[in-house]
């Protein structure tokens, strides 16, 4: 079994009972015009996960490992968007306006989908989820248990927002939940270096964190 570098310690894995899951690397938090720039932040600060992210999933695809694509975005109607999410704040545009992607994080438009340099191949999962955890009013807890997973890598934006909520999610589901915090990022970076601290403190609360590089090596020793 190999054993995953990682804090606050290392980590043995099940390659058939792990789950690469990347969260949320859509056009809309990653490409101009989308909902991350609308909340007025600084998009290419994302950028750095992609690299990181692209290397990991095509190590996870010659493994053999499930991999799991997140998307957050509602219906077209915004019937599974509650209000106080539409309404918050002073963006520029709000979920559902017209942008430059289309409408602003809603399913089946353009800015909702997976960046280019990620794109799920036709066999993977794609979860389409409302809230900003992967298990709320989603079909992941069903993947999960169907393909019999008890650990999760995970990738994607934002660290401490839509990372974070899937791994405390997971974290109290039972699943041994692992962070490449390489493969994260927030748009702000000192959110992004406290986000995995919280993960790895006390022991490993929340779960571990480990990286790209440790996790070719580990899968480099099957
Ligand atoms: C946010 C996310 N930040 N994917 N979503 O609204 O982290």
Redesign the pocket.
């Known amino acids: 079994m190999p054993k995953l570098a990682a804090q606050p310690q290392s980590i043995d894995f099940d390659i058939a009972r792990t789950a690469l899951v990347i969260?949320?690397m859509q056009r809309d938090?990653l490409e101009p015009g989308g909902?991350?720039e609308s909340l007025g932040n600084d998009i290419s600060l994302l950028r750095n996960a992609v690299a990181p992210c692209a290397v990991v999933l095509e190590a996870a695809r010659a493994a053999e490992m499930l991999v799991i694509h997140t998307r957050?975005g509602h219906l077209p109607d915004l019937s599974d968007a509650p209000p106080s999410k539409i309404s918050r704040g002073q963006p520029s545009k709000r979920i559902g306006d017209i942008g430059p992607m289309g409408r602003i994080l809603i399913r089946g438009e353009p800015g909702q989908d997976i960046i280019p340099e990620l794109y799920p191949l036709p066999n993977e999962v794609v979860i389409d989820k409302p809230g900003?955890g992967a298990f709320y009013a989603t079909e992941f807890g069903d993947v999960l248990k169907k393909h019999a997973i008890e650990t999760l890598l995970v990738c994607?934006?934002?660290t401490e927002?839509?990372?974070h909520t899937t791994v405390r999610e997971g974290n109290d589901r039972g699943y041994r939940c692992v962070v490449l915090g390489d493969c994260c990022a927030s748009y702000f970076p000192e959110f992004h270096e406290a986000g995995l601290r919280m993960v790895r403190a006390q022991g490993g609360i929340f779960g571990w964190v480990s990286n790209s590089r440790q996790l070719l090596t580990a899968l480099a020793d099957v």
Do not use: A, L
């Open positions: 969260i949320d938090f909902f991350g957050e900003k994607g934006v934002t927002v839509c990372v």
